[in-house]
């Protein structure tokens, strides 16, 4: 095999790679998380590229305190961040697959 075979069977690699991470980011800016806090007081709507969507609050909560609302807020907000981080995850490992990028590698696309 010669080199240029090589260079144009890495370069194929690359754009398939790089087709394989632009639908998957394409993916996963629609995909959408729910997540809730307070029994369902809070309830947070966010894609998997961390843009929210919506954020409901059972009207009976904002005559409680404002400290447990921005708590039961921040919870809600950070389930819906970790669910989206383990889809988001799963869907570039799945991208990247076949690619044979080694070990560690496959992460940063």
């Not at 890495?10 to 800016?29: H, T, Y």
């Not at 966010?46 to 609050?57: A, H, W, Y």
């Amino acid at each position: 095999m010669n080199i240029n075979m090589l260079m144009q069977q890495a370069q194929r690699m690359q754009k398939d790679m790089e087709s394989n991470v632009k639908k998957a980011k394409e993916q996963l800016a629609q995909t959408e998380v729910h997540a809730e806090a307070g029994g369902g007081l809070v309830k947070v709507t966010m894609t998997c590229r961390n843009v929210v969507k919506r954020i409901q609050i059972d009207p009976e909560l904002l005559k409680d305190d404002a400290d447990m609302v921005e708590d039961l807020i921040a919870a809600a907000m950070n389930d819906a961040a970790r669910q989206a981080e383990v889809i988001s995850e799963e869907t570039m490992k799945a991208a990247n697959q076949g690619m044979g990028l080694p070990p560690g590698l496959a992460g940063l696309f």
